[in-house]
């Protein structure tokens, strides 16, 4: 089933290969349009996934800082995400 991220009427992401962790869907990062995604300095770290990285969504002219976050490099047990990128903030997922 085809899952789509919206936010300020925009779709921001869309796959039929989104990858469901804590309630939250992760995309792969070829499903992201890369224009709206803005590299952010934010990092958490989370104790069964590893180091987390942030990207600010940026569509026509409005910031949703910190709105989507990815683990570039995974911790064993969350290898299934690795480079796939997750939202909140508003964003819808649909």
């Known amino acids: 089933m085809t899952k789509t991220a919206i936010w300020n009427g925009q779709i921001l992401a869309e796959s039929d290969k ?3 962790v804590e309630n939250n869907h992760y995309f792969p990062a070829d ?8 590299d ?5 770290t989370c104790g069964w996934k590893g180091v987390a990285s942030y990207y ?3 569509v026509d002219g409005k910031e949703n800082k910190d709105a989507a976050w990815y683990y570039p490099n995974t ?3 969350a ?3 690795k480079g796939y990128i997750a939202f909140w903030k508003g964003v819808q997922i649909q």
């Open 40 to 44: 952010s300095n934010t990092h958490t």
């Open 56 to 58: 600010t969504i940026v």
């Open 79 to 81: 290898n299934n995400i």
């Open 18 to 20: 989104t990858v469901v």
């Open 75 to 77: 911790k064993e047990a």
């Open 31 to 38: 499903s992201i349009k890369k224009e709206f995604f803005q």
